[in-house]
């Protein structure tokens, strides 16, 4: 299987026109387009460490969801880890490719991940793009029964292995239509009002976005990272559907550069 083939059950999958302007989703580093993978190695992010886990275990990709390359470099000389982290993959010939809001915004991408782990039904974008059916931010949808706060926070705390979720003062009762979006997805607070939505769920609000919503819906905040571990399923389904029999693994690094005590 060659990458470039990989490459692009990726893109069929999450075409690069769904991810947002300000994006650097796609391949990042590549071969030449006669190379053949070797082994995929899925990660929410790129470190040194990854490289050299890569390379440890015989692969040649590196997929990634948040892209190594997100700012322009003006050069290239060892000064930060990202700059080590490109002339350590080019040395060792080792491709980066990174599925970011393209992957979030796909129909059964990222979102609708989140809202399966959940348990959500009726599922619905919460912000559809019109240019693809059933693609766009957020998602919003039922619980197969109604939660106090108490219990649905645990549920989240549990689904997702969170140390510590941060949440308001809403003044409802029950949860049951539940909106959310991986990642950092604040941006959708009002989205997330004007559908009824009992509680909102994302990976970072920030301090005072949290204000004014008491009386409106739950929100909660469970950590940037752990909202988006489950990405990693969704690629390795992606690459076992067209190559079967290429090695993928997980990263066995924390990448999350977030500590709790």
Not at 93 to 116: C, E, P, R, W
Not at 188 to 207: H, M, P, S, V, W
Request: glycine share 8%; net charge negative.
């Amino acid at each position: 299987m060659k990458i470039w083939e990989i490459v692009g059950a990726l893109e069929e999958f999450a075409p690069l026109s769904l991810q947002d302007s300000y994006d650097n989703a796609g391949l990042q580093i590549g071969l030449t387009e006669d190379a053949k993978a070797t082994g995929a190695l899925l990660c929410l992010d790129v470190t040194e460490d990854v490289i050299d886990e890569a390379i440890n275990k015989g692969c040649n990709m590196v997929i990634s969801h948040h892209p190594l390359l997100f700012r322009p470099c003006k050069s290239i000389t060892g000064a930060d880890y990202i700059e080590r982290c490109v002339i350590k993959a080019i040395k060792n010939d080792i491709a980066i490719y990174s599925a970011h809001t393209n992957l979030d915004n796909a129909k059964d991408g990222v979102n609708y991940k989140i809202a399966h782990k959940l348990g959500l039904t009726n599922i619905e974008v919460l912000d559809p793009k019109s240019d693809k059916d059933g693609a766009g931010a957020g998602i919003v949808g039922h619980l197969d029964k109604p939660m106090d706060k108490e219990g649905f926070i645990a549920h989240v705390k549990e689904v997702f292995d969170a140390e510590c979720i941060r949440f308001n003062s809403w003044t409802g009762e029950k949860v049951n239509r539940v909106a959310l979006c991986g990642g950092a997805g604040a941006f959708l607070i009002g989205k997330a009002i004007a559908a009824d939505a009992d509680a909102f769920l994302t990976g970072e609000i920030g301090y005072h976005r949290f204000f004014g919503h008491e009386n409106e819906l739950l929100l909660i905040e469970l950590g940037h990272f752990e909202s988006e571990q489950y990405t990693l399923e969704i690629l390795r389904e992606i690459i076992e559907k067209v190559a079967p029999q290429l090695p993928v693994y997980e990263t066995e690094v924390e990448t999350n550069p977030i500590n709790y005590i």
